[in-house]
């Protein structure tokens, strides 16, 4: 499914509403300017005709006194009209015009009034004793030019002004939309160690019903597992005691029947028993891990930790004289994480080691120079599609070893509540076979 933004398709639709209204109100003052800017420059035609025609037919009759005939006016230059004019005697023959008007008659009819044609405005007024007529135009393209000055003069405030908008619709919107990040970051850090109910009394009132479902459903998902745990924490409980008698009447058997040929049914049966008592016990350790044992605010030197465990473990039969420590040349080793679960996480790793790697190589513990923790085993290669499923809950390699399937998962759980990472490799590295864990701790 396509992601999308919240915040950014608002500042797109907010600032393309922006200027599209501005655009709609420059559309509708442009229409209320043309009509306007119509009605002025008619105004202006016929004002100067009407002041033009009593100023001309007057010259005209003095003329006539003085010199006894009839004038044409010459051409008046050294200036730029935007109204031209022109006087015509009755039969239309043009005795006066402007500086820029052409020598031909203009072409609207001399009749009392305004005229339209090929889109430009004619104004004639005509003298009701003389004749004489007054014809006044616009110079080519001057009326389209001044409308189109004046939507253009609308239209440039939006190159700055639209940017500016969307500058500021952006850093609204980030504002807006910064309790939704809240929000988001409280969630993901909730985990299983984690249910409490977020907070939501900052947020807008259109989040709190999403908040208040949010925390429903962590508070029936707390619930459910925390009845997981305690049940599988009970379960494991109560099926320890009757397992280690289970255990310890069959040893006393085994050791009564001697070379019985009954004796290899019971070894069996006490090799299923010790299976079913490891299980028991990693179902503890999940329980456990899954409660957030890990969590702690304090950093603890692990260094006395490590040796005491790694000594422990010498101490058992399978792990007689099979690991190798190398003793790290640090005055402490402190990480943030709680001691009993790094007890947990050092046993499942070593178990794993040992139970999966070649019988007759050792298993090597050493930290790195970053302050990292290796196990490593030698044995077969784990395939690269199953390297990546081990840290699932019941999820075992290809090997043929007795296991619960649990070790790695324990393991991952725990290290992820402590904020640490748990990196695995196959073949180890530096080596063409084995398996490698690494640790790394806050």
Do not use: C
Request: charged share 20%; proline share 5%; hydrophobic share 45%.
């Amino acid at each position: 499914m396509q992601r999308w933004s919240l915040a950014r398709r608002l500042v797109i639709l907010l600032t393309s509403g922006l200027g599209l209204l501005w655009l709609v109100a420059v559309g509708i003052s442009a229409t209320l300017v043309w009509h306007e800017l119509d009605e002025v420059l008619d105004s202006a035609l016929q004002e100067t005709a009407q002041r033009v025609l009593p100023l001309v037919v007057a010259d005209l009759d003095e003329y006539d006194e003085a010199e006894g005939g009839r004038a044409v006016g010459d051409t008046v230059e050294g200036h730029r009209e935007y109204i031209l004019y022109q006087v015509r005697d009755a039969k239309g023959h043009v005795i006066l015009r402007s500086h820029d008007a052409p020598a031909e008659a203009l072409p609207a009819p001399l009749v009392q009034g305004f005229a339209t044609i090929d889109g430009r405005r004619f104004y004639t007024d005509i003298s009701a004793t003389t004749g004489i007529a007054v014809q006044v135009t616009e110079k080519p393209g001057h009326r389209f030019e001044t409308i189109l000055d004046g939507i253009v003069g609308l239209l440039l405030p939006i190159v700055i002004v639209l940017p500016l908008a969307g500058i500021a619709v952006y850093w609204t919107v980030r504002q807006l939309v910064r309790p939704i990040d809240a929000v988001r970051e409280a969630i993901r850090a909730r985990s299983g160690a984690d249910l409490t109910p977020i907070e939501g009394t900052p947020l807008p009132t259109e989040l709190q019903p999403i908040i208040a479902d949010v925390n429903r459903l962590l508070e029936r998902l707390d619930l459910a597992l925390a009845g997981e745990r305690a049940f599988a924490a009970n379960s494991a409980h109560e099926l320890r005691t009757p397992i280690a008698a289970a255990m310890a009447q069959l040893q006393r058997l085994a050791a009564d029947l001697g070379a019985s040929a009954h004796r290899p049914r019971v070894d069996v049966i006490l090799g299923s028993l010790r299976r079913l008592a490891n299980m028991v016990e990693k179902m503890l350790q999940l329980a456990r891990a899954d409660s957030g044992i890990a969590i702690t605010s304090e950093s603890a030197d692990l260094l006395p930790v490590l040796t005491l465990l790694v000594d422990e473990l010498r101490r058992s039969g399978a792990a007689a004289g099979r690991i190798a420590l190398t003793e790290p040349d640090l005055p402490h080793w402190r990480r943030r994480i709680d001691i009993d679960a790094f007890g947990i996480v050092l046993r499942n790793l070593v178990d794993n080691a040992l139970n999966h790697g070649d019988q007759t190589q050792p298993v090597y513990i050493f930290l790195d120079a970053a302050g990292d923790l290796h196990v490593v085993n030698r044995g077969p290669v784990v395939p690269a599609e199953k390297l990546d499923q081990l840290t699932e809950r019941f999820r075992r390699g290809t090997t043929e070893a007795a296991g619960s399937g649990l070790g790695l998962a324990i393991v991952e759980t725990i290290l992820r509540q402590a904020g640490g990472k748990l990196a695995l490799y196959s073949p180890a590295k530096g080596t063409a076979d084995g398996f490698e864990a690494v640790v790394s701790l806050p």
